[in-house]
């Protein structure tokens, strides 16, 4: 099954550090989903689409997935 790139709005806190951690996700602008938790966070490739990017591991409700942020804009794998 193909995957491709579909690009998000998220909703992120930013520390005094400068480093962003997403909270909620807007899918299709349709559905909301709030992150639990951020398990990971490095760059890594987008394996189902290509590219680099840096890779948020997080977990959503008991699912466990990635979300990933390219020069500021957001983006999931899906089918």
Known sequence: MQKRKIFVEVIIRVDEEGNNYPECIF????????????????????????????????RIGSKTTYLFEDEGKWFVEAS
Do not use: L, Q
Not at 33 to 58: H, L, P, Q, S, W
């Open 27 to 58: 899918f299709e602008r349709e559905r909301k989903y709030f992150i639990d938790k951020v398990i990971d966070v490095r760059r890594a490739c987008a394996t189902k689409t290509g590219g680099t990017a840096m890779r948020y591991t997080v």
